[in-house]
Protein backbone atom coordinates (compact mmCIF):
# COMPACT_ATOMS: atom_id res chain seq x y z
CA UNK A 1 0.00 0.00 0.00
CA UNK A 2 1.17 3.74 -0.59
CA UNK A 3 2.30 5.47 1.73
CA UNK A 4 4.14 8.98 2.44
CA UNK A 5 4.86 9.73 6.13
CA UNK A 6 5.45 13.42 7.31
CA UNK A 7 7.29 14.29 10.43
CA UNK A 8 9.63 16.66 12.05
CA UNK A 9 6.94 19.39 13.34
CA UNK A 10 6.68 20.73 16.60
CA UNK A 11 6.49 24.34 18.06
CA UNK A 12 8.90 26.84 17.44
CA UNK A 13 8.93 30.85 18.46
CA UNK A 14 8.88 33.63 15.43
CA UNK A 15 12.34 33.64 13.73
CA UNK A 16 13.17 29.75 14.45
CA UNK A 17 14.01 26.84 12.19
CA UNK A 18 11.94 23.33 11.66
CA UNK A 19 13.26 20.44 9.00
CA UNK A 20 10.40 18.47 7.72
CA UNK A 21 10.70 15.22 5.75
CA UNK A 22 8.20 13.27 3.73
CA UNK A 23 9.61 9.62 3.00
CA UNK A 24 7.38 7.76 -0.02
CA UNK A 25 7.16 4.21 -0.03
CA UNK A 26 5.03 1.61 -2.74
CA UNK A 27 3.83 4.65 -5.24
CA UNK A 28 2.70 3.74 -8.22
CA UNK A 29 2.89 5.65 -11.33
CA UNK A 30 3.51 5.52 -15.02
CA UNK A 31 6.55 6.20 -16.90
CA UNK A 32 10.15 5.70 -16.08
CA UNK A 33 10.55 8.91 -13.82
CA UNK A 34 9.83 8.85 -9.93
CA UNK A 35 6.59 11.13 -9.58
CA UNK A 36 6.55 14.93 -8.66
CA UNK A 37 6.26 15.21 -4.79
CA UNK A 38 4.82 18.36 -2.63
CA UNK A 39 4.31 19.94 -0.09
CA UNK A 40 1.10 21.95 0.97
CA UNK A 41 -0.18 23.35 4.05
CA UNK A 42 -3.89 23.92 5.78
CA UNK A 43 -4.59 26.03 8.43
CA UNK A 44 -7.95 25.97 10.46
CA UNK A 45 -10.59 27.35 8.22
CA UNK A 46 -8.44 27.84 5.72
CA UNK A 47 -7.56 25.77 1.66
CA UNK A 48 -5.21 23.88 1.63
CA UNK A 49 -2.07 25.98 -0.39
CA UNK A 50 0.69 24.48 -2.28
CA UNK A 51 4.13 25.32 -0.91
CA UNK A 52 6.90 23.92 -2.64
CA UNK A 53 7.25 20.85 -5.44
CA UNK A 54 9.62 19.02 -7.84
CA UNK A 55 8.60 19.57 -11.18
CA UNK A 56 7.86 16.72 -13.22
CA UNK A 57 11.86 15.95 -13.74
CA UNK A 58 12.29 16.57 -10.82
CA UNK A 59 15.04 19.33 -11.50
CA UNK A 60 13.31 22.26 -10.56
CA UNK A 61 11.51 23.50 -7.53
CA UNK A 62 8.89 25.53 -7.27
CA UNK A 63 7.92 27.57 -4.60
CA UNK A 64 4.88 29.89 -3.23
CA UNK A 65 5.74 33.48 -3.30
CA UNK A 66 5.13 33.94 0.49
CA UNK A 67 7.99 30.88 1.59
CA UNK A 68 10.30 32.34 -1.23
CA UNK A 69 13.71 32.87 0.49
CA UNK A 70 12.72 31.38 3.73
CA UNK A 71 11.93 28.00 2.84
CA UNK A 72 13.90 25.03 0.93
CA UNK A 73 12.41 21.81 -0.59
CA UNK A 74 14.83 19.27 -1.27
CA UNK A 75 15.32 15.23 -2.16
CA UNK A 76 17.93 12.68 -0.96
CA UNK A 77 19.71 11.08 -3.18
CA UNK A 78 17.58 8.07 -3.14
CA UNK A 79 14.82 9.89 -4.68
CA UNK A 80 12.33 8.47 -2.14
CA UNK A 81 12.67 11.40 0.72
CA UNK A 82 11.22 15.19 0.02
CA UNK A 83 12.33 17.58 2.68
CA UNK A 84 11.55 20.90 3.85
CA UNK A 85 13.81 23.38 5.39
CA UNK A 86 11.70 26.34 6.70
CA UNK A 87 14.05 29.25 8.43
CA UNK A 88 12.52 32.79 9.59
CA UNK A 89 9.18 31.25 10.25
CA UNK A 90 5.94 33.06 10.80
CA UNK A 91 3.47 33.08 13.00
CA UNK A 92 1.29 32.59 9.89
CA UNK A 93 3.20 29.52 8.68
CA UNK A 94 0.94 28.06 11.36
CA UNK A 95 -0.84 25.17 9.83
CA UNK A 96 -0.73 21.33 9.03
CA UNK A 97 2.05 20.46 6.73
CA UNK A 98 1.01 17.77 4.06
CA UNK A 99 3.37 15.78 1.74
CA UNK A 100 1.81 14.60 -2.25
CA UNK A 101 2.87 12.75 -5.01
CA UNK A 102 2.36 12.10 -8.38
CA UNK A 103 1.55 14.65 -10.18
CA UNK A 104 0.11 13.94 -13.82
CA UNK A 105 1.84 16.15 -16.81
CA UNK A 106 -0.30 19.83 -17.73
CA UNK A 107 -1.49 19.19 -13.85
CA UNK A 108 -1.02 22.82 -11.78
CA UNK A 109 1.36 22.21 -8.71
CA UNK A 110 -0.30 24.56 -6.79
CA UNK A 111 -3.72 22.53 -7.02
CA UNK A 112 -4.26 19.75 -4.32
CA UNK A 113 -6.37 17.72 -7.00
CA UNK A 114 -3.29 17.21 -9.06
CA UNK A 115 -1.92 15.17 -6.88
CA UNK A 116 -2.74 11.11 -6.05
CA UNK A 117 -0.61 10.78 -3.15
CA UNK A 118 -1.57 12.39 0.80
CA UNK A 119 0.11 11.60 3.74
CA UNK A 120 -1.69 11.96 7.24
CA UNK A 121 0.35 15.82 8.41
CA UNK A 122 2.68 17.45 10.51
CA UNK A 123 1.73 20.15 12.83
CA UNK A 124 4.17 23.03 12.62
CA UNK A 125 2.80 25.86 15.26
CA UNK A 126 4.48 29.51 15.25
CA UNK A 127 4.49 31.75 18.47
CA UNK A 128 4.78 35.16 18.32
Known amino acids: QAQLVESGGGSVQAGGSLRLSCVAS???????????MAWFRQAPGKEREGVAATSLGRDEIYYADSVKGRFTASLDNAGNTLYLEMNNLKPDDTAMYLC??????????????????WGQGTQVTVAS
Open 26 to 36: KITYSGNSMPA
Open 100 to 117: AAYRESGSNWRYPGSYHY
